[in-house]
Nanobody
Framework: QVQLVESGGGLVQAGGSLRLSCVAS????????MGWFRQAPGKEREFVAT????????MYADSVKGRFTISRDIAKNTGYLQMNSLKPEDTAVYYC?????????????????YGQGTQVTVSS
């Protein structure tokens, strides 16, 4: 099993940046594909980004493409989501996730492990 803990959320003005971190423990992140999802109040959880277990393939939701970057540091067993040019509509709780589906997935039921989430609030 792997345990995931997110951090790095907060309040930022529109146009600003944040970097979310996801520290994994229990097993190495290279054993899993990684994903980021978000959920705004009253809305369903939605896909943000995913990275394959090899780290050589990434995919993004159209709404964040060109603004967000998913990455990881295997030595630190930590995943990241760099978020630039933030918009008020990016406001949500952000969750990192890990799946044994090694290519990654945009579908959250395919993920085996989730962190507790970190709040991101973007003011206009």
């Amino acid at each position: 099993q792997v345990q995931l803990v997110e951090s790095g959320g907060g309040l930022v003005q529109a146009g600003g940046s944040l970097r979310l971190s996801c520290v994994a423990s229990g097993r190495t992140l290279s054993s899993y594909a990684m994903g980021w999802f978000r959920q705004a109040p009253g809305k369903e959880r939605e896909f943000v980004a995913t990275m394959s277990s090899s780290g050589d393939s990434t995919m993004y939701a159209d709404s964040v493409k060109g603004r967000f970057t998913i990455s990881r540091d295997i030595a630190k067993n930590t995943g990241y989501l760099q978020m630039n040019s933030l918009k008020p509509e990016d406001t949500a709780v952000y969750y990192c996730a890990a799946t044994v589906t090694l290519g990654g997935s945009t579908w959250y039921p395919e993920y085996d492990y989730y962190g507790q989430g970190t709040q991101v609030t973007v003011s206009s």
